[in-house]
Each structure stands twice: as structure tokens, then as C-alpha cells.
């Protein structure tokens, strides 16, 4: 079979047969169509199964000594198994695959990191006898060419060592820095080797090419030399493979005697749209100083600088190396600039936050405090509605480095809470809080304040303000609901809780003052009744018990003031019948039995016969509910 495409459907059918876990199948219609079905073949003994896999495990060695896309794809599967074949007792197998993929010439740096991790942390579990073998095909998979132990060292990830060491996380980063040192005085004395792998080492993922890049700037005799190599190397790899680690380590740690080329080269790449994303490296690794800060502004102004590679700047370590308020000026352009530059600035007034928060030694000197970002944090708010989540949203590659969309908003709600946090007496959080209000109201929908997204941990934002800056918050968002249907719809989902399945869950309309609430009720009575009999919850409280179910002090007063109405009326029907359940939906129902039978006293005629008429209705879905479950366990389609 020649065709690459379908020995890659070959390849993963021969690792299945190598699994040593057992064999189950899935397979029915929607796999395998309308066919006669599939027989399974099950081994009838141990020495049947063994036979079976050390087959499978030969044909697939076959297809790891090819030098093509087949081969590779073989040896990157094949490889993540070996630890499982080992000690399954399949180490001859093994072996013999082994031999004829290093025969073949090629470096099988998964296979090498699977028996490495075996004697690493399992050896104790094997015969003296297999241990030795395995050693040996560790010393026959181990690169001998200078170029393929430096793929091992800096391109792979870091590897345990071949015996079961005890050393401390800070000695086996001592240990990877010594070899990478090693490893850079060896490629200096071979200058065109070196010249040769700066591409490979330039590209694609690299684990410790940072650390290179410092030793080849500190042990090389004349550094300078290696500055356009290695950036002409970055260059020529194409732009979405593009790794600046190498680069970035060599520059920022260039000797003292060479800080004035270093900075003219930093002058270069920010300017250069093949380099400019090394410009945020470098400055982390050497220390950002006040001319960083201009050169990013006018890069993200004139566009040769993507704001995403600015996360590297959304550590508080990093930002400390320069005084506040030039860390202002960076926010200031941040939150103008776009949607992505934003997402880094709210992350990095967040952190500062909550690094704040966590200081436990109080005599320690905090560089950065949030009071000192006040301006900013007020823009932040001010911003929040002109970019949506999706163009806020950080690529996947970002994930490691704590740049989520989750991690963003919380962000974002760690930072106003703060402001927040000093009361109405406070004139910027009476500011923020108005800035909030008009956010709200004059933006599209805007998801940073959704009750319902935000963290639980802590107050969310729209109930904070609406309980803590009821009179500057509620006369915009107020009149905003009564005379706008579109943003009456979208907010009774964000200030009400319909559809929830949460049995106690507290709506934010019920953190405005109620003497607030109702005040604006009797202001607009044609449409605030109405929304607040669809926002606030009908009882006082969501459990099952039918037995003491009371109505909520809220819809009892909407009753005295506004239940004759006809429209408050159909609103609370709507509320009764827009929930979440889990179970018999007829339970959700027997919760109304009481609370309506005290309702047929009310004052208020209006009110006692739309009590009277809603128990028949109720009573009705009860039946009805009732009946369908029944019909759903005589079927069999009842779970509890």
C-alpha cells in the first residue's frame, strides 16, 4: 500500500492492536452503517493475545522505518506505547523495532523518553535483566551527533534521568541549565554547526532555547558576531512557526559592554513586522525600562505589533521594573487600542489586585497597588462595552500563560470590586458606579456584568451596584427598561433567574433597596410592575416542601399595590411557569397550593378571584404532569 492517507488509517488500526488494556468495541449503526454486523474476534488464551499483539507491534515497526509521513506518523504512535509494552512483557518486540528505526538513521526521541521515564520512576518493578536491556536501548536511542542532542536537550521537552534520583525541582532546573551551558560551550567550538541548527532551533515549540540563547551570549567570545545569525535564523522560519526564545535569551542577556548595540537592536525589531514579536520577550528576560514603554505605544499605533504578543508584560514581576505611573501611560494605550490589548490590560489591573490582596508580609514594599490605577480602572470600565467576548477572546496558545476568557473577567470583577469597595462616600466609586450605569445602558448587551457569569467567590458587579449605588445606578437603567422593549427583554434575564435549576438562587433585582424598587414601580405603573413581577422570585422560598410555602416579601407588596393590574397578573403567570426542574415537574407546581389559598382573602377582589382562578389552573398542571410521569415509568423512560 502506497497511498500515505490510508496507511495513516493502517497505523492507528496496528495500535489498537498493540493495546495491552484489553479490548472492548463500540459499534453499531451510526459506526459501521446499515451492514451486516461486525463479528468481534476475542483471543482464546494469554499466549493467543501475545502472539497477536507482538504481531502488530512488528507490522507496525515496519511502517516506523519509513522516511516519510507514514514513518513519522508510526513512530510518534508507536512510541507512546512503549511504556505499556515493557511492562506488559513485550520488551523483545520492542527491542527488535527498536534496533531496525536507529539502523535506519532516524532520532526517536519518543521512544527514548518512554524508556527513560521506565527506569526513571518503574525500574523497581522490573528483573534486574530487563532493567539492563532497557538501558541498553537507552544508550543506542541517545543522539551521538552534536545536532541531535540539541533537538533532545532544548527542542524536546526536559527528560528524566536514566536512575530513580531524588532532586529537588530547583536542582533539576540547576542540572538542564548545566547541560544547556555544556551543550552551548560545544556548539561554540563548532561555529558552523551551529549556524547550521539556529533555524531548527528558531521554529516550532522549544522547551529550553531561552537558556541557550543566554549561554551562547555569555560564553561566546565575541557575542556580537551571533546577533544576525541567530535574528536572520527567526526570519527565514515562516511566520506561523516563528519561536523567538532563542533570540530573545541571547539579546537580553548580552554583556554590559554591548547594552547600547542591544537597545539599537531592540529599536530594529520593534519595527520590524518579521521581529516585532521578539520586542515583549526581550524586555521580560532583561527588564523593561521607560523607552519600552514608547516604543510599544507607537508600535500598536502604527500596527507592526500584534497586541497579543504584549502578554508577556501581563505579570506584575515584570511591570514592577518601572515606576506606576509609566505602567499608567502602558494602560491608558492599552485600553484604547483594541480588543485584545484591552483583555491584557483589564488581566493585568486584576493581577495587581490580587497580588495585593495576598501580601501576608505587610512590611514588604508593594510596588504596585490598584489605588495608584484608579484613571485607568475607571477606563476599563468605560471601554468594557466597545469590543464583544469573541474579540476579546485569546487564542488557544495563550491558555498556558493564564490568558483566558474566564480568567479575564474575573479579572475585571477583582479590579471594580475594589473601587466599589469604598462606598458611596468615595467620588471615583460613585464615578465607576455611574460609568457601570451607562455602560449598561448605552452599549449593546454587555456580558462583563451579567450576574450570572460572573464569580461566585464574591459579589458579582451588577448586584454590588445596585445595592451599594442605588440612586445613581437605577434612575438610568430604570427609565432605560420602561422605554426600551429590546434592553426590558435582555434585562430580565441579567436582573431575573428564569429557566435556573438552582433551588435557592437570588435574583440582583432584589439587591436595590425595595423602597427604591417600588418607588419607580409607582413612577412608571404602565411597565415597572410588569418587569418586576417577571425578575423577582413568586416564593420566599425554592424548596419542594409544599407545606409552609410562603410568597416572596416583594410580590406580596406588587399584590397590595399593583394586583388588580391585568398585565402584573400575566407577568406573574409567565414567572409561575418559567423554571427549571429536576424530576417530576408536578412538584414544581404543589409549592403554589398554600400561598394561593391565602391569597382568596386578600383585600383586593381583583386579586382574590385571579388567586382563585389560578389554584383551578395550577391544580390542572398538576394533573396533567402527574399523568405524564406515570406514562413515562410505564414505559421505562423515568429516571429519578
Known amino acids: 500500500m502506497s497511498d500515505e492517507a490510508q496507511l495513516v488509517h493502517v497505523i492507528k488500526a496496528l495500535v489498537e492492536g498493540c493495546s495491552t488494556g484489553g479490548y472492548s468495541w463500540t459499534v453499531g449503526p451510526e459506526i459501521q452503517g446499515s451492514r451486516r454486523a461486525l463479528v468481534p474476534w476475542y483471543p482464546n488464551s494469554k499466549q493467543e493475545w501475545d502472539e497477536y499483539i507482538a504481531k502488530c507491534v512488528d507490522r507496525l515497526g515496519q511502517l516506523a522505518e519509513r522516511n516519510d509521513t507514514a514513518g513519522e506518523e508510526a513512530r510518534s504512535k508507536f512510541g507512546l506505547g512503549i511504556q505499556s509494552l515493557v511492562f506488559a512483557g513485550f520488551l523483545e518486540a520492542v527491542k527488535e523495532v527498536i534496533v531496525r528505526v536507529a539502523l535506519a538513521g532516524h532520532n526517536w526521541t519518543i521512544a527514548l523518553r518512554q524508556l527513560k521515564v521506565v527506569l526513571h520512576y518503574d525500574s523497581e518493578r522490573l528483573e534486574d535483566e530487563t532493567t539492563d536491556q532497557v538501558r541498553v536501548l537507552v544508550e543506542l536511542l541517545e543522539p551521538t551527533c552534536l545536532r541531535g542532542r ?36 560545544e556548539l561554540l567550538r563548532n561555529p558552523r554547526q551551529l549556524r547550521v541548527i539556529l533555524p531548527e532551533l528558531s521554529g516550532g515549540s522549544q522547551s529550553l532555547a531561552t537558556e541557550l540563547g543566554e549561554a551562547i551570549a555569555k560564553r561566546a567570545p565575541l557575542p556580537l558576531t551571533w546577533l544576525e545569525p541567530i535574528a536572520q535564523a527567526v526570519v527565514g522560519v515562516p ?27 531592540k529599536t530594529k525589531a520593534i519595527s520590524s513586522p518579521e521581529l516585532s514579536s521578539a520586542f515583549p520577550r526581550i524586555c521580560r528576560c532583561a527588564g523593561l525600562i521607560p523607552e519600552d514603554i514608547a516604543r510599544v505605544i507607537n508600535a500598536l499605533a502604527r500596527g507592526t505589533l500584534l497586541p497579543w504578543d504584549l502578554h508577556h508584560w501581563a505579570h506584575t514581576s515584570v511591570l514592577e ?106 467620588s471615583n466609586a460613585r464615578t465607576v458606579a455611574l460609568a457601570l ?47 426600551n422593549p429590546e434592553f426590558a427583554n435582555r434585562m430580565s434575564y441579567v436582573l431575573g433567574c ?61 399584590l397590595d399595590e399593583f394586583g388588580e393590574r391585568a398585565d402584573v397578573q400575566r407577568a406573574l403567570e409567565s414567572n409561575i411557569h418559567t423554571y427549571g426542574w429536576f424530576g417530576s415537574s408536578a412538584n414544581h407546581y404543589t409549592r403554589f397550593q398554600d400561598p394561593f389559598e391565602r391569597l382568596r382573602t386578600h383585600s383586593k377582589p381583583r386579586v382574590r378571584q385571579w388567586a382563585e382562578r389560578m389554584q383551578r389552573s395550577l391544580a390542572r398542571r398538576f394533573t396533567r404532569e402527574t399523568n405524564r410521569d406515570q406514562e413515562r415509568e410505564m414505559q421505562g423512560h423515568w429516571f429519578r
Not at 531524588?166 to 555544556?182: C, G, M, N, T
Not at 479575564?408 to 470590586?417: D, P, Q
Not at 460572573?454 to 445595592?467: G, N, Q, Y
Open 150 to 185: 540539541a533537538r533532545v536537550l532544548v527542542t524536546e521537552p526536559p527528560m528524566p534521568g536514566c536512575r530513580a534520583e531524588e532532586l529537588s525541582i530547583q536542582a533539576q532546573v540547576e542540572q538542564y541549565r548545566a547541560k544547556v551551558q555544556d551543550l552551548a560551550d
Open 239 to 265: 511566520a506561523s512557526d516563528r519561536n523567538y526564545d532563542l533570540l530573545s535569551g541571547f539579546v537580553a542577556v548580552l554583556p554590559t559592554q554591548f547594552r547600547d548595540e542591544a537597545e539599537a537592536f
Open 321 to 426: 521594573k518601572i515606576a506606576p505611573a509609566e505602567v499608567a501611560v502602558l494602560l491608558d494605550a492599552m485600553l484604547d487600542h483594541s480588543a485584545p490589548s484591552f483583555a491584557l490590560a483589564v488581566t493585568i489591573l486584576g493581577r495587581i489586585t490580587i497580588k495585593e490582596e495576598r501580601v501576608t508580609d505587610r512590611n514588604r514594599p508593594q510596588i504596585l497597588r490598584i489605588s495608584q490605577f484608579w484613571p485607568q480602572v475607571l477606563k476599563m470600565v468605560q471601554n468594557t462595552g466597545r469590543w464583544s467576548m469573541t474579540e476579546t477572546k485569546p487564542p488557544r496558545s495563550l491558555a498556558g500563560h493564564g490568558i483566558v476568557p474566564s480568567m479575564t473577567e474575573y479579572y475585571f470583577e477583582k479590579a471594580v470590586l475594589r473601587m466599589l469597595a469604598k462606598g458611596r462616600e468615595d
Open 437 to 483: 450605569a451607562r455602560t449598561l445602558v448605552c452599549r449593546d448587551y454587555c456580558w462583563w456584568l451579567d450576574a450570572k457569569r460572573t464569580s461566585t467567590k464574591s459579589a458579582p458587579v451588577l448586584s454590588r451596584i445596585l445595592a451599594g449605588f442605588p440612586e445613581i445606578v437605577w434612575p438610568l437603567v430604570g427609565v432605560e427598561i420602561v422605554t
Open 498 to 558: 428564569p429557566f435556573t435549576f438552582g433551588q435557592n438562587v437570588r435574583p440582583p433585582i432584589l439587591d436595590l433597596p425595595e423602597d427604591t424598587l417600588f418607588a419607580w414601580c409607582h413612577a412608571n405603573p404602565d411597565g415597572a410592575p410588569t418587569f418586576t413581577a417577571k425578575c423577582a422570585p413568586i416564593l420566599s422560598t425554592e424548596s419542594d416542601d409544599a407545606d409552609g410555602g410562603m410568597l416572596h416579601p416583594v410580590i406580596s407588596r406588587l
